[in-house]
């Protein structure tokens, strides 16, 4: 490869991380709430029986916490963040049985 070439590569990586940043940040959000919404549905659901459940889902619920808040510190995400209304997520606490 020349240096023309590694250049270029390197400027359509600069210019294509936001869009990249924003996909991944979306992504996260959208099985956020997709999770969510299944842990809400177990909580209606009798306690007792959906407990083991409760705690798998909220674990996996928790790793995609912790993973957008971590990928909503880097500089771009911030500034991503205030334009597309992504923001950091509370972890989800459940004391059963």
Known sequence: MNTTT????????ILLYPFIVYYQLNT?????DK???EIEELLKEEKEKNSDEIHR???VYNTL???NNHRLSS???????????FKSRE???FQGR
């Open 6 to 13: 590694i250049l270029t590569a390197i400027a359509v990586l």
């Open 28 to 32: 996260l959000e959208k099985k956020i």
């Open 35 to 37: 999770e969510w919404s």
């Open 57 to 59: 889902r909220r674990r």
């Open 65 to 67: 916490v912790r993973e």
């Open 75 to 85: 500089f771009i995400a911030r500034l991503m963040s205030k334009k597309y209304g």
């Open 91 to 93: 972890f989800f606490e």
